[in-house]
């Protein structure tokens, strides 16, 4: 009998550390590009550049026989993705970092309610508490009537929205096809699915803008990667918090890098909403349930 893996709370902070360093590098890159190239063309480059990284992914993706039932859910989970990256990329683009990544964390709280909708997970009291406390921390960040919200706060809302639903699935077809064909398929379809975006509004990138998204690509890629080892190397419940500090990162970028300034009240709704999701982690670990809230990368592109 296989003796399972020991936890290492250590490595796995320490990997999840990396992780939010490589995650808030890409929407650093992602901020350099600027908006001169649309934002689904942008996506699609990122993704189209990437598939290099699926090389070693070929052959279980070669001996996967996926059924009818599988294809038909990779594809919802491509288009699903599609949507969500090409909103994230236009968000990237109009407003701040720290307003993107507490915006972001919104995803995880999706996936909760979508998994009681969709998934019959029972929706506790406790868990419709937490769901509310985020929202409220989602109209801390946006003071509606108080600032000007523009079209990239839009653009987030609905791309958390997305990004829960692919999500949702992934953790489905993870379970019956594993990992490597699982994220190989998200990277084929959402490849796809961006091309025809991509097309109808085609401007021609220079070799900078190509670099910018290569480079893109891999720090997504590298960010998956090591989000994988942490979480492999400890419970969720030590790796989840440790993730959430790229909300501080996101802000020093923000107010030292792009000039953004420091907005006190983004800082306050992201800790609003890093409270909730960290109390539902805990609540899945005491109840010992198959996880549904996901660390927030997870749910990225």
């Given at each position: ?263 006190i009240w983004v800082i306050v709704g992201g800790g609003v ?29």
């Amino acid at each position: 009998m296989e003796t399972p893996p020991q936890s290492n709370p250590v490595r796995g902070v320490f990997w999840m550390l990396v992780t939010g360093v490589f995650f808030v590098a890409v929407t650093a890159v992602v901020k350099v590009l600027g908006t001169r190239i649309p934002a689904p063309e942008a996506a699609f480059l990122r993704y189209a550049l990437g598939l290099v990284f699926l090389i070693p992914m070929l052959r279980p993706l070669m001996n996967a026989r996926l059924t009818a039932r599988q294809l038909k859910l990779f594809s919802f989970r491509g288009v699903a993705h599609t949507a969500g990256v090409a909103l994230w990329f236009f968000a990237m683009a109009r407003i701040p970092i720290a307003d993107v990544t507490a915006m972001n964390y919104l995803a995880p709280v999706y996936v909760t309610l979508g998994a009681a909708l969709f998934l019959g997970e029972t929706l506790a009291l406790r868990r419709i508490l937490a769901v509310v406390a985020a929202l409220i921390g989602a109209l801390i960040i946006l003071r509606p009537g108080f600032r000007d919200i523009g079209a990239g706060h839009l653009g987030m809302l609905i791309a958390a929205v997305f990004f829960a639903a692919s999500y949702l699935t992934a953790k489905r077809m993870a379970d019956e096809t594993g990992a490597a064909v699982t994220v190989a398929m998200l990277s084929i379809t959402v490849t796809i699915g961006l091309a025809p975006l991509a097309l109808m509004n085609w401007v021609t990138p220079t070799l900078h803008e190509l670099g910018l998204l290569f480079i893109v690509a891999f720090l997504a890629t590298t960010g998956h990667y090591t989000m994988s080892v942490a979480l492999a190397a400890a419970p969720v419940t030590v790796t989840q918090p440790v993730g959430f500090l790229q909300l501080v990162w996101a802000v020093l970028l923000g107010a030292f890098v792009f000039d953004e300034g420091i907005d006190i009240w983004v800082i306050v709704g992201g800790g609003v909403i890093i409270g909730a999701i960290s109390f539902m982690t805990w609540r899945e670990a005491v109840l010992k349930r198959r996880l549904r809230t996901p660390v927030a990368p997870a749910t990225k592109l």
